[in-house]
């Protein structure tokens, strides 16, 4: 029709989030997702980057490393400036090889393995802690609080789960106090029976998990149903409403540790009340990964660019980064400064509050 004038598309900046979608920790990487999702939302609504609107491709990577490092490639394909992601270690640590090859940063909102960036490059970025915190502040809280009861401390084979469970021992053997067993499990199986049945002939109080909310929650409803009267101490993947959907009645009362609830925070209201409109509660990493996005798009701003390697120059020099994790800041390992972990507790109606 005459006196329509044909507009050219906004030019657009692809980000990818990736996390496992499917699986035994699917209820993690959906919070991913929603989080990436609604970052994206806002950002976009707000006038894109730097004169750019942002397009999101979402991936499974089931955490699996082999699918993981599939993923990765698909990133590079797709000529990504930015992956919020992995959720499992075991995934970010083999796909992170992959990014920094190719020139992609690397912000993962939930990998907590000290190699993830220990062994990183200049693209690798967490915005969450590090075992090597996490599992100082469960041992010691397990030595405060538990003696004289025997403690188990499992864990799953896993980078996460084993790197915690060992970063736990460290402490609480440093603490004075020795285990009275140190054992693996393996994951993905629904009958912990055995398992089980060994702790109970060994007089178990207090059992640690170093792994994911699935088996954790199956072992200590196990647990409890052969009669056990024990305490489940885990860590920061238990953030989901999905553990105690499993556990049922035996997750009352089990602790866990994880960040200062992000929620709470002031920096963070704006964004909690979209979710909320929504009935969506943004549990555990949703936040984490709305942040990892949000502070990526800050840094490209300081950097008035969205070559991946200024803005991973940018993250590291500049900041304090505004987010709703508050303000944050990274070290020249692309860890970030301060943070720490505190205990939490699920109640009875299925809830995990902070102690």
């Known amino acids: 029709m005459a006196g329509w004038l044909s507009l050219p598309a906004m030019a657009q900046v692809q980000i990818g989030v990736a996390g496992p979608l499917t699986g035994s920790n699917a209820a993690a990487g959906d919070q991913m997702k929603t989080g990436a999702t609604q970052a994206v939302a806002d950002l976009n609504k707000a006038g894109g980057i730097l004169g750019k609107q942002i397009q999101l ?66 693209g690798t970025f967490r915005v969450c802690g590090r075992d090597d915190q996490q599992g100082k502040v469960a041992g010691e809280y397990l030595a405060k609080h538990f003696k004289g009861q025997k403690i188990a401390i499992l864990n799953d084979n896993s980078a996460y789960g084993k790197g915690l469970a060992d970063e736990t021992k460290k402490s609480l053997n440093a603490a004075g ?141 500049s900041g304090p980064w505004q987010s709703v994790l508050g303000a944050v800041s990274f070290d020249k390992k692309g860890d970030v400064t301060g943070g720490g972990y505190v205990m939490y507790i699920w109640d009875a109606d299925g809830n995990y509050k902070q102690m």
């Not at 990765?72 to 090889?97: D, F, R, T, W």
């Not at 994880?258 to 709470?264: A, L, N, T």
Request: contains cysteine.
């Open 57 to 122: 491709t979402v991936s499974d990577d089931a955490c699996d490393p082999k699918q993981a490092v599939s993923v990765a490639n698909q990133m590079v394909e797709k000529k990504v400036a930015l992956v919020a992601g992995h959720y499992c270690s075991g995934s970010s640590i083999p796909a992170s090889k992959v990014y920094l090859e190719e020139g992609i940063l690397e912000i993962s909102p939930a990998s907590t393995n000290p190699k993830f960036t220990d062994e990183g490059g200049w």
């Open 177 to 317: 106090v020795k285990e009275a067993t140190f054992d693996a499990y393996t994951p993905g199986e629904k009958d912990y029976s055995a398992v089980v049945s060994r702790m109970k002939q060994l007089g178990i109080g207090v059992i640690y998990i170093g792994g994911y909310y699935t088996e954790a929650a199956l072992i200590i409803r196990q647990a409890k149903e052969q009669g056990m009267k024990v305490t489940l101490v885990s860590g920061d993947a238990l953030v989901t409403k999905e553990f105690f959907q499993i556990a049922g009645p035996a997750g009352v009362g089990t602790l866990m540790t994880f960040s200062p609830d992000p929620r709470r925070n002031a920096t963070a209201a704006k964004v909690v009340k979209e979710f909320t409109d929504k009935k969506i509660d943004p549990e555990g990493y949703v936040l984490y990964t709305y942040a990892a996005i949000q502070i990526w798009a800050e840094a490209a701003k300081k950097a008035a660019s969205l070559d991946p390697k200024k803005v991973a120059a940018a993250l590291k020099a």
